[in-house]
Every structure is written in structure tokens, then in C-alpha cells.
């Protein structure tokens, strides 16, 4: 009995939804074409059993097959913007918290000078 790999079992319950709601959508998507699983998985070129297990939102599954499948729907185009940059919610988050730091920090530092200045021109004054 082959083992299951360690990225498989520490999928996010998310995660593993977003798969089965994916392989439902493609069954409903297969479907509705009106095609078999016999002749859905010769196109893909994988087994009914396979196809099977992709339907189900199985995380084993290679995402080349689940990619052939997006591209028998003419979906294949959406996989290049899962992941590009400007969707990257949590970069862009990060890039923002340390816009805002770096701002803090030039604001404290000309705080600092003006009030350098001001002791300055106070002394040269006095």
C-alpha cells in the first residue's frame, strides 16, 4: 500500500475543498457535454479510475491532469492568474506594512533633524 505523502496529509480543510469543489465543477462540466468517463479520461489520457479520483477533488491527483482537464472546458487560460503577483493578497499586504514602516521610520527621522535644526539655530542664536 504506497504511503500517502506528508504534503498531502497537511493540506488546509480549505485547500481540500477548493479541490473537491473543482472536480465537482469539471464532473458537472463533463457532463454537460455529455460525455463518458471512459471517453473524458481517453481524452485526458489518463484512466477512468483517475479521472475518477480527479472528480472527486482527490489532492493526489497531478495538477497536469487537472490543468488537461481545465483545457478540454477551455478554462486552461485562469491557471497563469491564480498566482500572478498583483492576486498575491498576502504580498501585497506585506508590501504595504512595510511601505507604512518605512514612512514611520522617514517621518521619526525628520522629526529628528528638525529638531536638530532648531536646537542648532536656538545656539547660534543664543
Known sequence: MP??????K???PATLSALESLGAHL???????KESLASWASRLGVS?????????????VGIGIYATALWLI???GALADLAAPENDRGALEQ?????VGLGKARAKASAAARL???????RSHG
Open 48 to 60: 477512468v479510475p483517475t479521472l475518477m479520483r480527479m472528480e472527486s477533488g482527490a489532492p493526489g
Open 3 to 8: 504511503r500517502t505523502p506528508l504534503a498531502l
Open 27 to 33: 464532473a458537472v462540466a463533463r457532463l454537460r457535454r
Open 95 to 99: 508590501d504595504v506594512r512595510t511601505a
Open 116 to 122: 536638530t535644526r532648531r536646537e542648532l539655530k536656538a
Open 10 to 12: 497537511q493540506l488546509p
Open 74 to 76: 477551455g478554462r486552461d
